[in-house]
């Protein structure tokens, strides 16, 4: 019995607008910070109806083989059975560009002299 692979959805902030995208795979990224998303999912080609906001994510991130999300713009990532149509919408009001910048976790070694 073949294993069913993990479809994971990914919504995050994208210079003023929401995105919603499907990968395989989702974790913390080597770089400190960051999620990583790879193997992204986009629907057949051979659809007969076209979407305009997934035919502008595909040209867009269609080429990427990892994108790298800043943490503090992830707005969710969840686990579902299936894929659906990644999708592009303006951010609500009251949701402006400018973010807080997440503390560290770590504290680095040593501190300031006393």
């Given amino acids: 019995m073949a294993r069913k692979?993990?479809?994971y959805r990914v919504i995050f902030h994208n210079q003023g607008q929401v995105v919603e995208l499907y990968?395989?795979?989702v974790s913390q990224g080597s770089l400190f910070g960051f999620v990583e998303v790879e193997d992204l999912i986009f629907g057949g080609r051979s659809q007969v109806v076209v979407d305009p906001s997934e035919?502008?994510?595909r040209a867009e991130f269609g080429e990427t083989k990892r994108l790298f999300v800043p943490l503090?713009?992830?707005v969710r990532m969840e686990e579902v059975e299936?894929?659906?149509t990644p999708r592009m919408r303006a951010a609500p009001e009251g949701?402006?560009?400018v973010r807080a910048?997440?503390?560290p976790i770590v504290k680095p070694p040593g501190g300031p002299a006393r």
Wanted: no cysteine.
């Fill in 101 to 103: 910048f997440p503390v």
């Fill in 55 to 57: 035919e502008s994510l």
């Fill in 95 to 97: 949701t402006g560009v």
């Fill in 82 to 84: 299936r894929e659906g």
């Fill in 23 to 25: 990968a395989r795979q």
């Fill in 5 to 7: 692979q993990r479809v």
């Fill in 72 to 74: 503090h713009a992830i």
